[in-house]
C-alpha cells in the first residue's frame, strides 16, 4: 500500500508540472483541469491496482508449483499427489474386482446366449461347423 501512495503521489506531481508548464497554450477552465488530474490519477491507481494483484496472482501460482515440483508420485486416477485423495491402493483394488465381475457377467451372459442359439440348431437338426473347421458336438 506504501507503494501505491509513493508512486501516486509521483504520477500527481508529474501532472502538475506537465499542466504548468502550458505557458504557452490556451487558458483551460480550472475545473477541466482538475477534472482531468482525478481521470489520470484513477487511471493510474487502477494500473497500480491491477499490477499489484497480478503480483499477488503470481507468487500464489509459483508457490503452488514449487509445492507440486517436489511431490514425486501422483495418483493415476486424478493426478493429485498420492495420498492425498479417495484412491488409495484398496480403492483400486476395488475397482478391479468391480471390472473383473462385470467382465464374467458379460462373457456369461454371451456363453449364455451362445448355447441358446446352439441348442435351437441342435433342435432343427442343422449340422454346422464351428471356425476354424472343427466339428460341432451334435
Not at 481521470?39 to 503470481?58: A, G
Not at 493415476?76 to 495420498?83: E, S
Amino acid at each position: 500500500m506504501h507503494s501505491i501512495l509513493k508512486q501516486l503521489k509521483e504520477s500527481q506531481l508529474h501532472s502538475e508540472l506537465e499542466l504548468g508548464s502550458t505557458s504557452g497554450a490556451p487558458h483551460r477552465d480550472a475545473n477541466e483541469g482538475d477534472e482531468l488530474i482525478r481521470n489520470t490519477i484513477r487511471e493510474q491507481v487502477e494500473s497500480i491496482l491491477w499490477l499489484d494483484h497480478l503480483k499477488e496472482e503470481d507468487a500464489e501460482y509459483q508457490r503452488r508449483v514449487a509445492a507440486n515440483s517436489s511431490v514425486k508420485e501422483r495418483c493415476l486416477v486424478c493426478t493429485l499427489p498420492w495420498g492425498t485423495c479417495v484412491h488409495t491402493k484398496e480403492w483400486m483394488r476395488e475397482k478391479q474386482q468391480q471390472r473383473e465381475d462385470q467382465q464374467f457377467r458379460e462373457q456369461t451372459n454371451l456363453d449364455q446366449q451362445i448355447n441358446d442359439l446352439l441348442s435351437v440348431l441342435d433342435d432343427t437338426g442343422v449340422r454346422y461347423r464351428c471356425f476354424g473347421g472343427d466339428l460341432a458336438p451334435h
